[in-house]
Structure formats: structure tokens, C-alpha cells
């Protein structure tokens, strides 16, 4: 009985280590998808087809680089450094920009709940030399 309440145990950890993840993809595939998609947008700051066939490409890569555990990092940097310069851009025109950084957010924290070690400053090469 313990054996199978271990089993489910590491099931539904699993489950909800990813799930931030997965909610974050939800918003970035989309997002990415449509830049691709549709790149002759109007009323954008920059309204070239290039540059919006480009950030799509870019959130394409990020994200498959978030998803993966050994580039979660870099996924996660280039997440974040786009939605960065769209928080920029909101407050550049004028636009509300608290759920663009909750947005933000939500991917740290997404990043921070599959690899917590990678956000603790402590390393392990600093613990071998004590």
C-alpha cells in the first residue's frame, strides 16, 4: 500500500511542478503562433512584417528551450527579456501593463518550481571547498 501511495505521491508532484509551466505555454505558443501567423498587424510600435515574423520566431525558441530542464535557464532569460521590452512598450503607449509583468512573473516563477537550485546562491563546487 505504501509503495502505490509513494507512486501517486510522485505523480501528482510531478503534476504540479510542471503545471505553472504549461500555463505559461498556454499564453506564449499562442502569442508566438499569431506573430507568425499573422505579421501585418497595425497600430504595433514597430509595424514591420520582419520584425513581427522574427519575435515570433524568437518566443518559438525560447519557449522549447523553457520546456527543456537543461535550457531552462536560457528559455527562461529570453522569456523574460522579451516581456520585458513589451512591459517598455505598454508603458511607452500608455497601455496598462500589470498583468504583462504578472505575465513576466509567472514565468520566474514557473522557471523557480521545476529548478529551485538554479535561483539558490550557494553552489555545490562552494560547499565541497568548506
Do not use: C
Not at 22 to 30: A, H, N, R, T
Not at 48 to 58: D, E, L, P, R
Not at 71 to 93: A, D, E, N
Request: hydrophobic share 50%; net charge positive; charged share 15%.
Amino acid at each position: 500500500m505504501s509503495e502505490q501511495k509513494k507512486g501517486i505521491d510522485k505523480s501528482l508532484s510531478r503534476i504540479l511542478i510542471w503545471l505553472p509551466s504549461l500555463v505559461i505555454i498556454l499564453f506564449y505558443i499562442p502569442n508566438a503562433l499569431d506573430k507568425l501567423i499573422n505579421h501585418e498587424q497595425t497600430g504595433k510600435v514597430v509595424e514591420s512584417s520582419a520584425v513581427m515574423i522574427t519575435a515570433g520566431v524568437f518566443i518559438l525558441i525560447a519557449t522549447v528551450l523553457f520546456l527543456y530542464n537543461k535550457t531552462l535557464l536560457i528559455g527562461t532569460s529570453m522569456l523574460v527579456l522579451y516581456m520585458t521590452f513589451i512591459v517598455l512598450i505598454h508603458v511607452y503607449k500608455g497601455k496598462p501593463a500589470e498583468i504583462v509583468i504578472l505575465i513576466l512573473m509567472a514565468t520566474i516563477f514557473a522557471s523557480y518550481v521545476r529548478k529551485p537550485k538554479l535561483f539558490s546562491r550557494i553552489t555545490s563546487s562552494s560547499n565541497k571547498a568548506e
